[in-house]
């Protein structure tokens, strides 16, 4: 078998699956040896069953012998991020007063995923509970960037870019906060898309700010990441904010719809603090959708510069409630220096969270304190209708938006640690999509001097999934971008 099977696509992996010149055990097989060839370097994986996911692969090879696959994703690895329930596996979120649960029941993604055949590879590292930029807040080790092992490879869901970038995994499962899948997505040089929120099931997602949460696919390729989508969206009746409609057929669409289309450039996406290569990058990217008869206009979401205040009042708060139930009494670690019952519940919460877990449950329960809830998590709540409105309002003229993903590429490990500022302002093109509910994905877009990838943000309209991935999809064949690998 070839060397490289682990980057190939899903798409391409499917159709070889389907006439058997390769083998689900075969493919398999591949990306495991890729897991121990490189993660040492990278360290994405946080837990590897492989005889689990050997005989994942043989069931898939057994129903394939008797006609019965299950449709595109049935033999594919897939990586999960370590925050999606898994029935029998390890359930940490990157954190300690988490280490040694195994989640009892499968997430509502996960379910669908098993449906369709795909392999559960191996869990992902990621920023503790989801909270960061980098993943360097794991409570474990550090990922590295494929790229440049001495950079970050974003955050949250730093392992599920680095494992599709350095070929550990063909698809991965992220999360998204305020850019949890997108920014590492944008800083390893991968796709990575965020659906409309209510799209995809949240059952299962262990909660950060659950009117935030979204989980969303990382690929190799535009359509991997429709793949990966179609399989897990859908209505729950588990998840009281999922919406109930039909699910289109993401993949055929994306050479269904050609454009040309009516495309904005938010002026507030390109000021201050935009690095001068990831300016020319995403200005050549727009280029080329003038180039195919687009049209291009300049655009206004003005309340962009209240995002970042807004989203760290609200996310913090709802993390600060969600995160109460980690108490060191129902589950999870249990300080066995606690002496009281009133011990048990600080003790376990000082041991087991992580310098920036604390950080947000601090300002979150500031914000929601006795005298300060109407001048803070109120006022907050009411910028994210202007900005959500903004959006609406925009989506009047343009079909889609385009903007950089991130200011900057990938930075150096510890760079930004002791910055929380400027570690949050990583996220500062992604964070008003996720309070607005809109869909967006990422996909590179260049690279920078130092080789580095740059991403291109496709923002779309809500439930709309299908032309913002056509839109993405219309650059990407366009472009040799994700057909780039790393050495390593």
């Not at 369709?116 to 960037?145: H, K, P, Q």
């Not at 974003?154 to 698809?171: N, T, W």
């Not at 904005?264 to 200005?283: M, N, Q, S, T």
């Amino acid at each position: 078998m070839s060397e490289s099977l682990h980057y190939k696509t899903a798409s391409e992996l499917s159709l070889m699956l389907a006439d058997k010149s390769l083998s689900a055990v075969e493919l398999t097989k591949d990306v495991l040896s890729r897991i121990h060839k490189v993660d040492e370097k990278i360290k994405a994986v946080t837990h590897l069953d492989e005889e689990d996911a050997l005989g994942q692969a043989k069931a898939s090879d057994e129903r394939r012998a008797v006609g019965e696959e299950l449709g595109a994703l049935d033999g594919i690895p897939i990586g999960i991020k370590d925050i999606l329930a898994v029935k029998g596996q390890p359930l940490t979120c990157g954190s300690k007063i988490l280490e040694n649960f195994v989640s009892p029941y499968d997430a509502t993604s996960i379910a669908k995923l098993k449906r369709s055949g795909g392999i559960l590879l191996c869990r992902l590292n990621m920023d503790e509970f989801a909270m960061g930029s980098s993943t360097e807040n794991s409570s474990y080790f550090v990922t590295s960037n494929p790229w440049d092992l001495q950079c970050i490879p974003g955050g949250s869901s730093g392992g599920s870019a680095a494992a599709v970038a350095s070929g550990e995994a063909i698809l991965t499962l992220g999360t998204d906060t305020g850019g949890s899948i997108r920014q590492p997505a944008s800083l390893c040089g991968v796709v990575g898309m965020k659906p409309t929120y209510g799209l995809v099931s949240r059952y299962g997602l262990v909660a950060f700010a659950s009117s935030l949460d979204q989980i969303g696919p990382l690929g190799r390729s535009v359509e991997d990441v429709a793949l990966l989508l179609h399989s897990i969206a859908g209505y729950d009746k588990k998840d009281s904010t999922s919406f109930k409609l039909e699910v289109p057929e993401y993949r055929p669409e994306l050479h269904e719809k050609k454009g040309p289309w009516k495309l904005g450039i938010p002026k507030e996406y390109f000021g201050e603090g935009l690095d001068a290569e990831v300016r020319a990058a995403v200005d050549r990217a727009i280029d080329y959708y003038r180039s195919i008869g687009c049209k291009i206009q300049e655009v206004s979401l003005p309340h962009t510069e209240y995002a970042v205040a807004t989203y760290y009042i609200l996310a913090t708060a709802e993390a600060s409630s969600n995160l109460a139930r980690f108490d060191g009494v129902r589950y999870g670690r249990r300080s066995e220096k606690a002496t009281s019952h009133v011990d048990v519940y600080s003790k376990s919460r000082a041991e087991g969270f992580g310098e920036e877990v604390k950080r947000r449950v601090i300002l979150g329960t500031y914000v929601l304190s006795s005298g300060y809830y109407d001048a803070y998590y109120l006022r907050a709540q009411k910028v994210r209708t202007l900005i959500r409105n903004d959006f609406l309002k925009v989506y009047e003229e343009v079909d889609a938006l385009l903007t950089p993903t991130a200011p900057t590429v990938a930075f150096k490990k510890g760079e930004r640690a002791s910055d929380p500022l400027a570690m949050y302002l990583s996220d500062i093109f992604t964070i008003s999509t996720n309070l607005a509910g809109v869909p967006a994905i990422s996909v590179p877009c260049g690279s920078s001097s130092s080789g580095l990838p740059i991403g291109l943000q496709v923002i779309g309209k809500p439930f709309q999934e299908s032309d913002l991935l056509a839109i993405a999809h219309s650059f990407e064949q366009a472009h040799d971008f994700s057909k780039v690998h790393p050495s390593l």
